[in-house]
């Protein structure tokens, strides 16, 4: 297997099908340079590192979530069940800060055009409102997961607490 393919295999497996713009997030250099990456060009072995090291943290925190659950005394069937609803909030909080990042990035070209008067304050506005909405919608998703985490655990904390 070719590095670049490795490369993708790896980062894919760490961050799903949207995994250019976190990992480039994550080992904090530009998109352009983990497409080249991906591509088959060098890949430094710092970068291999912090790879590794972000697939350790992850599972730590997995294994977190799986024993609270476990913990809280949830069956199989609603430990699955959970963890797929978590699975998709996650999902959709990934893709809510990917079109957030995109809209930040087009309002901010579109500052420097008008600052070059190549572009119209009309064209600015439109973006502003874009980039509020898109910001708007990760503080939602962000918020159905911390309603997500209470709903989960609140029923088994009072349970405990009326128990003991």
Avoid at 6 to 19: A, D, K, P, Y
Avoid at 50 to 55: E, G, K, V
Wanted: hydrophobic share 40%; aromatic share 4%; glycine share 6%.
């Amino acid at each position: 297997m070719d590095t670049g393919k490795l490369f993708r295999n790896v980062c894919e497996s760490l961050c799903g099908t949207r995994w250019i713009p976190a990992i480039a997030e994550a080992v904090e250099v530009n998109e352009r340079t983990v497409r080249r990456w991906a591509a088959g060009d060098h890949v430094p072995q710092g970068v291999w590192r912090q790879l590794r090291d972000l697939d350790n943290e992850r599972r730590v925190l997995a294994d977190d979530q799986w024993q609270l659950i476990d913990a809280l005394g949830h069956t199989s069937n609603d430990r699955a069940e959970i963890g797929e609803r978590w699975n998709i909030l996650c999902d959709q909080l990934q893709i809510a800060q990917d079109v957030a990042r995109t809209r930040q990035i087009a309002l901010l070209r579109a500052l420097r055009e008008c600052a070059h008067r190549r572009a119209s304050i009309a064209t600015l506005e439109a973006l502003e409102r874009a980039d509020g909405v898109a910001r708007d919608r990760v503080r939602s998703v962000q918020g159905a997961m911390a309603d997500f985490c209470r709903a989960n655990v609140e029923p088994y904390e009072r349970a405990a607490s009326a128990g003991g």
